[in-house]
């Protein structure tokens, strides 16, 4: 899963800084999750998700479709 994490990440030719500011924390912590040291909060995963647009089960390797579920109404 954390593989996934820096994969999306290089893909779209971002820093560790930038995501970290996105997720307003420090570049420390969004390394230490990219390298497995921290767990990744829910809600990090959440903004992950959203902001590659993909499924939470997606960035934890639950599945290998990216598409996200459809939003529950």
């Known amino acids: ?9 290089e893909d779209r030719d971002l820093t560790q800084r930038q ?3 996105l997720l ?7 390394s230490d999750y990219e390298l497995g040291r921290l ?5 990090v995963w ?7 647009g993909v499924s939470v089960d997606y960035l ?9 579920y459809p939003p529950r109404r």
């Open 60 to 68: 934890l390797g639950r599945t290998d479709r990216e598409k996200p």
């Open 1 to 9: 899963m954390y593989e996934r994490m820096r994969t999306l990440r």
């Open 19 to 21: 995501l970290a500011q």
């Open 39 to 43: 767990n990744v909060p829910t809600v």
């Open 24 to 30: 307003r924390i420090h570049q420390t912590t969004y």
């Open 46 to 52: 959440e903004r992950l998700a959203d902001f590659y």
